[in-house]
């Protein structure tokens, strides 16, 4: 489509952000600081914007509910990244510090449970019946987490088993914001189906891009040092694929098992990794699930907010960062 996929809702996300800036406002002056640290990094917004263009491409006209279950999900998933960066030792997040590097870990793990608490509140006032959704959905962020911790290091991880930690970790969160907007659309139990399932896949296909750029991305342009995964042992797809390679797959599993790799092993893997046809497969693997996601969206009437919907899939895939 001729028309960037945001342009469609660039005044409803204008919305959003001073909604996030306002109900994330505490009497402790340092601690509204700090949640605005973390929304005003940025980001690319689109689990909020999965839950606004749902709610438009399945027959909904006002969008006063769904910016603010947007903005409720936004503040939750950056509540996780706050938790996130803490529990992996993380430097730097969207090119800058993280949190908890730039005041203190006691007061980031703080910061993130009033973050949670501020984006459930929001979710409850708005629209109590899709608070489920995002239970649901942070249950299975948190079940997915312990899965990744208990491969971190292991050389026997799948590609099913990676794939079983990101629909968990990353989709269910995309899942539960295009359901929310699609339910407060008062749209059809078919049709609240199909944008869940679109969304799931959608955070699939982003995840497996995610990955892949910690190995091969620009750092100026994706906020972070490339290798960071493979420092945290993190079983991701373009090493799964790596260690599979006959040829330099023994060297490879041999870094990712040490549990403390050097500046010196990290730089050998990604050379060797980009030796593999790992990303490439995993490209094609991203590809393949975004693709999967535009047919679920047959269902729903034809809208530009549909078209902007199938034009998230494509940018899942072609982002830089």
């Not at 505490?26 to 914007?49: D, H, I, Q």
């Not at 099913?160 to 930690?165: G, P, R, V």
């Amino acid at each position: 489509m001729s028309v960037p996929w945001h342009s469609y809702i660039a005044s409803e996300l204008e919305t959003l952000e001073k909604l996030m800036e306002r109900d994330l406002e505490s009497e402790n002056p340092e601690l509204t600081e700090m949640c605005r640290y973390v929304v005003g990094a940025g980001g690319k917004r689109l689990r909020p914007s999965l839950c606004i263009l749902s709610y438009y491409a399945c027959g909904g006209k006002d969008a006063e509910k769904p910016i603010k279950i947007g903005a409720g999900f936004e503040i939750i998933h950056s509540a996780t990244l706050v938790h996130d960066d803490i529990n992996d030792q993380g430097e730097v997040r969207r090119g800058r510090k993280t949190l908890h590097r730039e005041y203190s870990v006691s007061k980031a793990i703080i910061a993130g449970d009033y973050m949670f608490a501020m984006g459930f509140r929001l979710l409850a006032e708005v629209a109590p019946h899709i608070v489920d959704y995002i239970v649901e959905a942070s249950a299975s962020m948190g079940a997915g987490e312990f899965v990744q911790k208990d491969f971190e290091h292991k050389t026997s991880v799948t590609e099913a088993d990676y794939l079983n930690i990101i629909s968990s970790k990353t989709a269910k969160l995309f899942e539960a914001s295009a359901k929310s907007g699609a339910a407060v659309a008062n749209t059809s139990g078919e049709n609240l189906e199909a944008v869940g399932q679109f969304a799931l896949k959608i955070g699939m296909a982003f995840q497996i891009v995610d990955d892949t750029l910690d190995v091969s991305g620009d750092p100026t342009k994706t906020g972070k040092a490339v290798g960071t995964d493979l420092i945290e042992g993190k079983p991701t797809l373009p090493v799964i694929y790596a260690m599979e390679d006959p040829e330099v797959g023994p060297q490879i599993r041999e870094i990712f098992v040490k549990e403390f790799p050097t500046e010196e092993d990290v730089r050998n893997a990604l050379a060797l990794i980009q030796r593999t046809d790992a990303i490439a497969r995993c490209m094609e693997k991203a590809n393949d699930i975004a693709m999967e996601s535009r047919d679920q969206l047959g269902i729903l009437p034809d809208s530009k907010y549909k078209d902007a919907l199938l034009d998230v899939a494509d940018y899942v895939i072609r982002r830089e960062r």
